[in-house]
Structures are given as C-alpha cells and as structure tokens.
C-alpha cells in the first residue's frame, strides 16, 4: 500500500491484516515502486495523491515493469480523473471517504479478475447467465436487458452464488459508497431486477431476500443446481 | 447607433460648412447677375447718348430706337428738351420719371435701381437743349440666369452632403464592427463559452480594449481552473481524514458505541459531500450552462416522472399504492435536473424509511402560482398522533433527517421552502416549494 496519510495507512494495515492479508505500506511513491519490484505483491493500493511523485506517474512506472493489478485510492470523485487512472492501468479504484468493506470487495474483485482466465467467463446460475465480458444475460436462453447498475448488481451476487450478501456489501461493490442510508437504493434495485427476471419478492425464484441480512442468489429449487 | 451617430454629426458639420460657402456664394452670383444687366443698359443709353448728337431727325431716331429694341432685352427711350418722348415710355409712376428727367436735366448721370428693374438715365447736352437718354431694364433681366446658377449650388451642396454621409457611414462602421464584435465575444463569455476570444481590428482603442477583453478571459478561465483545484482541494483535504476516521471507527466492536460512532460518521460524510459539491457549484453552473444566465433549470414533471418511475418498482414489492398525479405541460423550475432528483429521492426514501410496507403514499407537483410549483409527497403511515412525524423531519438515525435537509437547502436554493406537517390520512406530508424558471431575457446582437 502507497499511502501517505498516516491515519488512512495504519488502518487499512490493521484491518486487512485482520481479514487475513499481509500488508506492507509506505507513504513514499518511490519507495513504494522498489518495494513492488523487490518483493512482488499479489495487488497494490495505491493513493494518487503523494508527496514525492504525482500516483497518476508512480502508476506509469509501474505498469512499464509490471502487470501486478493496481487499486487506485483517490479522493477526487469526478469522472475524469478516475478515466486517467484506469486508462493508465489501474484495475480498479475506491474514492475516499470508505469503509474497509469497499476495499475488501475491491480487492476480491480483482484478484479474482488476475486469478485465471477462466473467472472471466460466463457466470451461470441455473437458467441464468451472466457474461461480464460481453455485460450480456440471458435467462433460460432469451437475452434481458439491464441497466449499468442492475447488470452490476447482479453479477456481484452470481459471483457469489447461494451465499448471502449483505446490503453494506453491495453498496460498497457496486455503488462504491461507504455510509449507510442507500439501502433502500439497493432495494430498487433488487425491485427492478425481480421484474425483468420475471419474478416478484413474494414469490422470488432466484433473488431470495433475506429479512434484516441481505440476499442470495440461488437457482430455483426445482431446477438443477448451476454447478 | 454609433454609426448613425457619426453620420448625424457629420451631415451636421457638413451641412453647416456648405451653406456657409454657398449662401454667400448665391448671393454673390445674384449681384454680378444685377451688374452684368445694368452695364449693358448703361452701354446701351451711353450709345443712344451719342447718336442723338449726331442725329437730328425724330422718325430716324425712332427707327434707330426701334431696331434696338428689337435686339435687345432693354427697352431704350429718349426725352427731347421739348418734352417730345422718342420710344418706349420706361415704367414707373410719373413723380418718380418727372424726378427722375429733372435730375438728369440738371447735368447727372445715374442709375435707379428698384424691384422691378433698373433704369439708366444719362443726360446729354445739345444747342437745343439737355436731351435724357433712358434705357430700363427689366427684373427678369436683372435676375437671369441666377435661378440657373443657384440651383446649380444647390444640386452641388445636396451631392457633397451625400458624399460625406456615405463616407462617415464607412469610417463608421469601420470603428463600430470591432466594437459590435467585441460586444459578441463578451456576451459570449458571459454565457459560458470560455474560449471566445476577440479578433484584434479595427482603431486602437478597439484593439487596445479586445486586448483588454482577452485578458479579461484568460483570467476568468485561470480563476474557474483555481477554483476547481481549490474544491479538488478541499475534497481530498476532508474526506481523507475522515476516511480514517471511518476506518478507524469500523475496529470498535462494542455494538451500541459502533452504532453511534457508524451514524455519527455517515452524518459527517454526507456533510463533507454536501459541502464539496456546494463548493463545486459555481464552477459546473458557468461551464455547464451555456445558454441560460446563471440560472439552471429542468422540466420539473418529467424529472418527478423519471424519479417515481424509478421508485415503483420497490412500492409494488412493498405492496404500497402510489397515487401519482402531475401537471401535463413541461414545467420548468428553477432548480438543477440533479438537484431536483436528489430532492425527490430524498422525499421518498423518507417514505420507505419510515412506515411499514404496505403503506400507501402519493406524489403530485402543482402549479401553485406564476412563480411557484409546489411538490407534494404524502403517506398514510402511522406516526402523527405518536410525534413521529416532528422527530422524523429533524431525526439522525440513519441520515433521514439530513436527507431532509438536503430538501430543505435545495428548495431555498430553488426560491421556496420546506413544510412538514401531518397528512390527511394521518401519515407525514412533506411540501416542497420551488421557484418557476423565468424566460430568460437575452441580449440580441443589435
């Protein structure tokens, strides 16, 4: 982790360490840089806003020795800037202010991207699929169109297949937001994607909530189990 | 009208210069008219003068004063000393001819001069007696060919006025385009197009002041540019300790002390965003609308349409009733699209926050007056007899009472107000007032 804010760096390092990741930060680009390339890391967090070097250049220097996937962390929220990072090879990013939850999806998110080729392939949840490399799903073969946030908010649960994932989570995987009071944003969502999934939450098939916790995406119980 | 005004001034001067060089000028033409005519008569008197010396018979005489006569525009008459009139008798009245023969009978030569006409009376002394030669001449021979002459002055004066109008209308429009084109530019600017730029043309000055415009520019994108970073700035300068707050906060596992601290930090949060995007405000209206006067807008009924729409979906898994009902005609109110929708997701999250599912609720926008549209968002949730309805437009949990604060703010911004009070069916009724959009009135390029 390249991060200069002392605060922001000794908690992240508390916390996944506690989530079981070993984590190693500077608040010094250079530094950073000859610690990635000395003792390569499976991902890097890394603040665009250093002392020593603008992040957006310890990025390029990186991405020039390196394919380790990168995780911006930024805390200018306008579109432009997050456009540079990703055109500059960052795989992903967070905007300050988040919680340690957002970093975590993140991070799962990636390694799960950089872990095999075969993760990148069509998600399959009994009639459903869902391809993230074509953004396409299709539910007992006919295609359903999607909007950008129910399509994400879909394949966060499909990655999860019959697990239950809390609202918090999914604000922070597909919304990025941190705080609470956008759950009922998750709510009507979820709503929406019932509908054009053919369903109702009275009579749910695939997006089961689960009252107080969050919800699950499960095959129906009649049909074979995506697997 | 710069340019009319320098073609008036110059039609003025010109005037002025001309009909001093060309009444004198008319006058002057009118006495060398008057001599030329007199002259001749005086040659012409002066010539019978000698005749009559030398001829002594009366009917030659008249012949010879008839075949004068007839050549010339003068009439030429001769008194004998015997008061026998030889010729035409010249006119005016017979005082002033006796006057007249007297004088000229004592010995002097002179020229009467009158509207009429002109009369040259010369003497001549013979043995037989003073003889009084008299030729007239006629006013119209006194005035010929003046009338020619002045209108040919005038046909001059009337052309050089026109030659020196058109030329001021040119040197005009050569001095007022620039200006006009820098008055472009500036409305330009004003509207939000930051990379007009004024062509330098035209006199000096005008240079001198697009110049001065083009400065004037360049600073106003270098301060928009400050400013931007200043709200970057100040984006990264708060929410990055309180991203360490969070995370921080996040480690507590005593649950109530969580619990606080997690709703204590999301109020700090949302206050942190409301404040950067208030301060990024200025910037994104100037640059982002380009034609209306500072002033945003939206089409309010087809933002809440957007924004119900969107919330149905959850009111029928919810089972709850939604009664919409919204004016038919495009509306504008004076509030940013973004801004409004906030309001109304704010409004009904409240809604869905707040009372148990099932529970009906109604959204409507009305035309209140001219310059007033009211939104209205209703449910028939329990809450008024037990206060819930006070403590939930002011409540914390769960940042209900700060979404309704954003309401408040915006609908200030927007020139109305925010009332929460009971509804009819004993829910909550929030009442958001917003300002109509007024045409805006643009400055046509004259």
Not at chain 2, 84 to 105: C, Q
Not at chain 2, 169 to 177: I, K, N, Q, T, Y
Request: overall charge negative.
């Amino acid at each position: 982790m390249i991060e200069d804010d002392g605060g922001i760096r000794s908690a992240i390092t508390r916390a996944l360490t506690d989530l079981g990741h070993t984590v190693t930060a500077t608040d010094r680009g250079m530094s950073g840089l000859e610690l990635a390339l000395d003792n390569p890391p499976d991902v890097v967090l890394l603040d665009l806003g250093l002392p020593d070097l603008d992040g957006l250049e310890v990025l390029a220097m990186l991405r020039a020795v390196s394919n380790v996937p990168v995780i911006v962390i930024t805390a200018r929220d306008d579109d432009a800037d997050m456009v540079r990072a990703l055109d500059r090879g960052a795989d992903d990013y967070v905007v300050k202010p988040f919680g340690i939850e957002q970093v975590d999806a993140r991070l799962r998110a990636v390694l799960r991207r950089s872990g095999s080729a075969a993760a990148e392939g069509p998600l399959v949840v009994g009639g459903l699929m869902v391809d993230p490399r074509t953004r396409e799903v299709r539910l007992d073969g006919l295609a359903i169109d999607l909007s950008r946030k129910e399509f994400d908010l879909l394949l966060a649960l499909a990655q999860r297949p019959r697990e239950v994932v809390t609202k918090r989570e999914l604000l922070a995987d597909v919304w990025r937001q941190s705080y609470g009071g956008g759950e009922r944003t998750v709510d009507v969502h979820l709503s929406w994607l019932r509908r054009k999934l053919g369903e109702t939450a009275a009579d749910p098939r695939y997006l089961h909530s689960v009252r107080g916790v969050g919800v699950r995406l499960a095959a129906p119980d009649n049909g074979l189990d995506g697997h | 009208m710069m340019r009319r005004r320098i073609a008036a001034l110059v039609a003025a001067t010109t005037s002025a210069v001309i009909l001093a060089f060309l009444i004198p000028m008319g006058m002057l033409v009118r006495t060398l008219a008057e001599d030329r005519a007199v002259a001749g008569a005086s040659q012409e008197a002066r010539g019978v003068a000698t005749l009559v010396v030398g001829v002594s018979d009366v009917v030659e005489l008249t012949d010879l004063l008839g075949l004068l006569d007839e050549r010339s525009p003068r009439s030429t008459s001769v008194l004998l000393p015997g008061g026998r009139l030889i010729g035409t008798d010249p006119p005016g009245s017979p005082e002033s001819k006796a006057k007249a023969v007297s004088r000229a009978r004592a010995g002097e030569a002179f020229t009467l001069r009158g509207d009429e006409g002109a009369q040259v009376v010369v003497p001549v002394v013979t043995g037989r007696g003073t003889v009084v030669v008299r030729t007239a001449v006629s006013g119209g021979d006194l005035r010929q060919g003046v009338t020619a002459a002045w209108l040919t002055l005038m046909g001059l004066g009337v052309v050089l006025m026109v030659f020196a109008v058109v030329a001021a209308d040119r040197l005009g429009r050569r001095v007022s385009a620039p200006v006009s084109d820098l008055a472009a530019v500036a409305q330009r600017l004003r509207a939000g197009e930051l990379e007009a730029r004024a062509v330098l043309r035209g006199p000096v000055e005008t240079v001198e002041l697009g110049a001065a415009l083009n400065r004037l520019a360049e600073r106003i994108g270098e301060l928009l540019a400050a400013e931007r970073e200043a709200a970057a700035d100040l984006s990264h300068r708060l929410r990055t300790p309180v991203t360490a707050l969070r995370l921080d906060a996040e480690a507590v596992t005593e649950p109530g002390v969580a619990d606080r601290l997690h709703d204590h930090i999301a109020h700090l949060e949302r206050t942190v965003d409301a404040i950067v995007k208030e301060a990024r405000r200025p910037a994104r209206r100037t640059l982002g609308q380009s034609s209306a006067a500072g002033q945003s807008s939206c089409d309010a009924a087809s933002v809440v349409r957007d924004r119900v729409d969107f919330w149905s979906a959850l009111a029928v898994d919810q089972r709850r009733d939604l009664t919409v009902s919204l004016p038919s005609a495009a509306t504008q109110a004076a509030i940013d699209a973004t801004d409004l929708q906030d309001v109304v997701d704010a409004l009904v999250d409240n809604v869905f926050a707040h009372t148990p599912d099932g529970t009906a609720f109604a959204v409507s926008l009305t035309v209140r007056d001219p310059q007033l549209l009211q939104l209205e968002v209703a449910d028939a949730g329990p809450g008024a007899a037990d206060s819930d309805v006070a403590t939930r437009g002011h409540s914390t949990a769960h940042s209900s009472g700060l979404g309704l604060d954003i309401v408040r703010r915006a609908a200030i911004a927007a020139g109305g107000e925010l009332l929460v009070t009971g509804s009819p069916s004993g829910g909550m009724l929030a009442v958001v007032t917003l300002g109509i959009a007024q045409d805006d009135h643009r400055i046509t390029q004259g």
